[in-house]
């Protein structure tokens, strides 16, 4: 009685009765059926197949009455291939069911690496495109050739200038010491005195002039 009471308590729960099946490797026996699924798809199956069935139909059909154990309508042979197809199109379905997760996860994979390869492409075009714009405010190498050689140039140039106002000078220096050695020591000429000097309107002696006094 006390037993009843507990069993029709609604307080507590009941402990489930299930029946324990035998337990088995699922990824084995998947391994398993797409092997005979994949088997069952090929010639060789079908021509096995073929003779066996051939040979069912002759020998029950041509052999001795005492000797045939499927007569004409061949029931056993039709409860056999029903069985088989019983058995096939479950193994198909599974093969395929494994087939088909294998192609989502390789699909899954290809989108993950093709989202990568596109973020590693985006990257690498904004890398370019700051490489191009850092290139345009860089100096090349023809701008560098052209501005040494115009810099070339200009010191070429200062040179000549430079050589041609020594040159003049050294002119004017020789001709003032060709008017020195002629005039004497005494900075007079036979002719009269030479105006220059420290005297007023005189100019540098260093000068060469050409306004000698003829008085």
Do not use: C
């Not at 009455?65 to 042979?77: E, I, K, Q």
């Not at 193994?91 to 690496?113: C, F, G, K, P, T």
């Not at 200038?161 to 004017?172: A, N, S, T």
């Amino acid at each position: 009685m006390v037993e009843q009471r507990r069993g029709e308590r609604l307080d507590q729960p009941q402990q489930p009765h299930r029946v324990k099946l035998p337990r088995f490797d699922p990824e084995t026996f998947g391994r398993w059926s797409e092997g005979t699924a994949r088997y069952m798809g090929t010639a060789n199956f079908i021509v096995w197949m073929t003779l066996v069935i051939s040979a069912w139909l002759l020998w029950n059909t041509l052999a001795p009455a005492s000797l045939r154990f499927d007569p004409y309508t061949f029931t056993f042979l039709t409860l056999l291939l029903s069985l088989q197809a019983s058995y096939a199109a479950p193994l198909i379905l599974l093969a395929q069911n494994r087939q088909a997760d294998r192609d989502r996860l390789a699909m899954e994979e290809d989108r993950r690496r093709a989202a990568m390869q596109k973020a590693d492409t985006e990257y690498l075009a904004r890398e370019i495109a700051a490489l191009r714009i850092a290139l345009g405010e860089v100096t090349t190498r023809d701008f560098v050739r052209s501005e040494l050689a115009r810099l070339a140039e200009e010191l070429d140039e200062q040179n000549r200038r430079r050589q041609r106002l020594e040159e003049r000078r050294q002119q004017g220096r020789n001709r003032v010491s060709d008017r020195v050695g002629r005039d004497g020591p005494g900075g007079e000429r036979s002719g009269g005195p030479i105006r220059g000097g420290g005297g007023p309107g005189g100019g540098d002696p260093t000068e060469p002039r050409d306004d000698v006094d003829n008085g």
